[in-house]
């Protein structure tokens, strides 16, 4: 079901949906917190598609808030959305106008769940010091996406300077799998120690250095980063010993190739994580991600980006 609310209040908003609760049609679900995502008019419906998959396990109130134009005379539009439009949660969509324009705590305040947790997304536009905007000032986790930015590399640098316990970006969130089958090798492995690292990956993409920085902090050896062509995501960390070197090498899109010394080859599955895969893996934790906060805050300096070479390929 979806509800139209043209030139209208929080106030009233907040009553229509507890007149729709009355009605009998909507069924109200344990909600586990407020997901509060902040965006631009006409780039909102993918991130509330990939919000309403993600609700499926975690049920929440999801309110967008898009920018539809601060030179427009003041406005707000919204829009409810509830049963199968919006997954397991409830849709409040806020597209202001004019003074209403700009992301505010008080646009949000009657709408958010009550003594519920609060997380703040920006799927595009992240802000300059999330944890002191109006919104990212309540949430207890703060969501930004440095691979929709312009310049993820200066994005990436921007969280290191502003970062708060709380903050995380999504480009992190891809790296988990990635993540998992390193450690699992080198748990496997003799203790002959790694002497370098190469990492080779989308020039354009933050999670390659963000892996670069994980594994300088995690091995403190020299990483040097090979750039791909934009888009091809990440495709090979080679981890190099004395007793021969360790390949996990991804050619394509979902499956990757795992080569160690004196073992034959393994085809492992590590598929490109989708949007709602990641989002729905940041609300299952409400605390810090201190592993996060560790790289890029003394992982990401000591990354040397000078040494990115283009790939040989």
Same mark, same amino acid.
């Given at each position: 079901?979806?509800?139209?609310?043209?030139?209208?209040?929080? !106030?009233?908003?907040?009553?229509?949906?507890?007149?729709?609760?009355?009605?009998?049609?909507?069924?109200?679900?344990?909600?586990?917190?407020?997901?509060?995502?902040? =965006?631009? !008019?006409?780039?909102?419906?993918?991130?509330?598609?990939?919000?309403?998959?993600?609700?499926? +396990?975690?049920?929440?109130?999801?309110?967008?808030?898009?920018?539809?134009?601060?030179?427009?005379?003041?406005?707000?539009?919204?829009?409810?959305?509830?049963?199968?439009?919006?997954?397991?949660? +409830?849709?409040?969509?806020?597209?202001?106008?004019?003074?209403?324009?700009?992301?505010?705590?008080?646009?949000?305040?009657?709408?958010?769940?009550?003594?519920?947790?609060?997380?703040? @997304? @920006?799927?595009?536009?992240?802000?300059?010091?999330?944890?002191?905007? !109006?919104?990212?000032?309540?949430?207890?986790?703060?969501?930004?996406?440095?691979?929709?930015?312009?310049?993820?590399?200066?994005?990436?640098?921007?969280?290191?300077?502003?970062?708060?316990?709380?903050?995380?970006?999504?480009? @992190?969130?891809?790296? =988990?799998?990635?993540?998992?089958?390193?450690?699992?090798?080198?748990?496997?492995?003799?203790?002959?120690?790694?002497?370098?690292?190469?990492?080779? *990956?989308?020039?354009?993409?933050? !999670?390659?250095?963000? &892996?670069?920085? @994980?594994?300088?902090?995690?091995?403190?050896?020299?990483?040097?980063?090979?750039?791909?062509?934009?888009?091809?995501?990440?495709?090979?960390?080679?981890?190099?010993?004395? *007793?021969?070197?360790?390949?996990?090498?991804?050619?394509?899109? =979902?499956?990757? +190739? &795992? =080569?160690?010394?004196?073992?034959?080859?393994?085809?492992?599955?590590?598929?490109?994580?989708?949007?709602?895969?990641?989002?729905?893996?940041?609300?299952?934790?409400?605390?810090?991600?201190?592993?996060?906060?560790?790289?890029?805050?003394?992982?990401?300096?000591?990354?040397?980006?000078?040494?990115?070479?283009?790939?040989?390929?």
């Amino acid at each position: 079901m979806i509800v139209d609310l043209p030139d209208t209040t929080t !106030s009233k908003i907040s009553k229509k949906i507890m007149a729709l609760r009355e009605q009998g049609g909507v069924i109200a679900l344990g909600r586990v917190l407020t997901l509060v995502v902040v =965006t631009r !008019s006409g780039l909102e419906e993918e991130a509330i598609e990939a919000a309403n998959e993600a609700s499926r +396990e975690h049920p929440c109130r999801i309110i967008v808030l898009a920018d539809a134009g601060a030179s427009a005379p003041t406005r707000l539009d919204a829009q409810i959305r509830v049963g199968g439009d919006a997954g397991a949660s +409830e849709v409040i969509l806020l597209r202001g106008y004019g003074e209403l324009a700009e992301e505010s705590e008080s646009l949000v305040a009657a709408l958010l769940l009550p003594d519920a947790p609060i997380v703040a @997304w @920006w799927p595009h536009g992240a802000p300059r010091n999330a944890c002191q905007t !109006s919104i990212g000032s309540i949430a207890h986790r703060r969501i930004t996406d440095s691979a929709n930015e312009a310049d993820p590399v200066g994005a990436l640098e921007n969280i290191r300077r502003t970062y708060k316990a709380g903050d995380t970006d999504l480009a @992190w969130t891809r790296l =988990t799998n990635w993540r998992i089958q390193l450690a699992a090798v080198l748990d496997q492995v003799d203790d002959s120690p790694v002497t370098a690292v190469t990492v080779e *990956g989308a020039s354009d993409s933050p !999670s390659t250095i963000l &892996l670069a920085a @994980w594994l300088t902090l995690a091995l403190d050896v020299p990483v040097t980063i090979v750039a791909d062509p934009a888009g091809t995501g990440i495709r090979r960390v080679r981890l190099s010993r004395p *007793g021969g070197d360790i390949q996990l090498f991804r050619p394509g899109l =979902t499956v990757a +190739e &795992l =080569t160690q010394p004196g073992q034959p080859a393994q085809r492992i599955s590590l598929p490109r994580r989708s949007l709602k895969d990641c989002l729905a893996e940041e609300l299952r934790r409400l605390d810090p991600d201190e592993v996060f906060g560790e790289v890029i805050t003394m992982g990401l300096p000591r990354t040397n980006l000078r040494s990115v070479r283009p790939s040989e390929r």
